[in-house]
């Protein structure tokens, strides 16, 4: 599967965002999708992730509250919203894909994902 992100742009704090994944080749129906992203510096993180088979969302504490992913299966495209942005969500935010793990698996370690996007920069000033 080929996924690429879009989306990103620069924002106030408390403002919103939504970035993008879609992908081409095959159905993201069988993958578990994941959002990372990575601030100038610093290593990448974890950020949320969908579940294979029902796409069940888990989210890192962080970001709880304030971010929704979900998936459409039809536009073959997963999504992150992005609401009461901080500075400290800057960054650069990739989304991955891994077909290898149960349909209930969540993992959030950037190892467990084959797939990756090229990234989409999210600035969110203060």
């Known amino acids: 599967v080929q996924l690429q992100a879009s989306g990103g742009g620069s924002v106030q704090a408390g403002g919103s965002l939504r970035v993008s994944c879609s992908a081409s080749?095959?159905?993201?129906?069988?993958?578990?999708v994941g959002w990372f992203r990575q601030a100038p510096g610093k290593e990448r993180e974890f950020v949320a992730t969908?579940?294979?088979?029902?796409?069940?969302?888990y989210y890192t504490a962080s970001v709880r509250g304030r971010f929704l992913v979900s998936r459409d299966i039809v536009e073959n495209a997963v999504y992150l919203q992005m609401n009461s942005l901080k500075p400290e969500d800057t960054g650069v935010y990739y989304c991955?894909?891994?077909?290898?793990?149960?349909?209930?698996?969540?993992?959030?370690?950037?190892?467990?994902?084959?797939?990756w996007g090229q990234g989409t920069q999210v600035t969110v000033s203060s």
């Open positions: 969908l579940t294979k088979l029902d796409g069940r969302p």
């Open positions: 991955a894909a891994t077909d290898t793990i149960g349909n209930h698996d969540v993992r959030s370690d950037s190892a467990s994902y084959r797939y």
């Open positions: 080749g095959r159905t993201l129906r069988n993958y578990s």
